[in-house]
């Protein structure tokens, strides 16, 4: 049903690619500048490739918009279209916040279970791009669950290094200070992988009403 439904122009699918491009390209240059972080020249440089990535994608969330409001026929639920679209974008504003709280805090040392957290939103970033593309097949339902399903269980583990890294910093930090400042950067990265998630389960609404 879904590939009789699907609009002539097809470019719902097309712009949801190259969303998800931007979000995966988004979420390796926080990691990159989390990995770098002692080389200023590193973190301004990734800030501003970050903030150029999240224009680019703002631009195709309101394209997707506007084809939305033009289109009849869509390939599935209106409102899915929309919270799809939404959600993505969700995930590259907050790899925005994440790069931009990282530098106004001025947070001195990036630690390793930062890294790892941003490197956790990364593999789930990833599939969600895998996911998406296979958006076009209802054939391909089985596969994208399972990508649903990985994306589960990568903020499942998120929230356990989240768990581990807040009890550390609350045991070996001294400074309340960088106690605030960490703590508040955690928690923006984890939230992340929450995004991801909310895309995992309205990309698996979709299979469920549509395969």
Known sequence: MLGRLMPREGRFFDL????????V?????????????????????????????ET??????????ALLHKTFITPFDREDIHQLISRMDDILDLTQDVA?????????????????????????????????????????????????????QLESDADRVM?????????DES??????KLKAIYELLESLTDKCEDV?????????ENA
């Open 200 to 208: 995992a389960n309205i990309l698996e609404g979709v299979v469920l």
């Open 163 to 171: 768990r581990s890294a807040m009890s550390k910093l609350f045991r």
């Open 16 to 23: 949801f690619n190259a969303h998800a491009e931007r979000i």
């Open 100 to 152: 931009e709280s990282v530098m106004l805090y001025d947070i001195q040392t990036v630690t390793p279970e930062a890294i790892q957290l941003a490197s956790l939103s990364q593999m789930c970033c990833e599939r969600v791009r895998s996911a998406v593309a296979m958006l076009t097949n209802m054939d391909n339902a089985e596969a994208i669950l399972k990508l649903c399903s990985e994306i589960d």
């Open 56 to 65: 680019s994608a703002d631009k195709i969330a309101h394209e997707t918009f």
């Open 25 to 53: 390209e988004g979420a390796a240059h926080l990691v990159h500048m989390m990995q770098h972080y002692d080389e200023e020249a590193v973190r301004q440089s990734e800030l501003q490739e970050i903030d150029r990535i």
């Open 175 to 180: 400074d309340v200070r960088q106690v605030i």
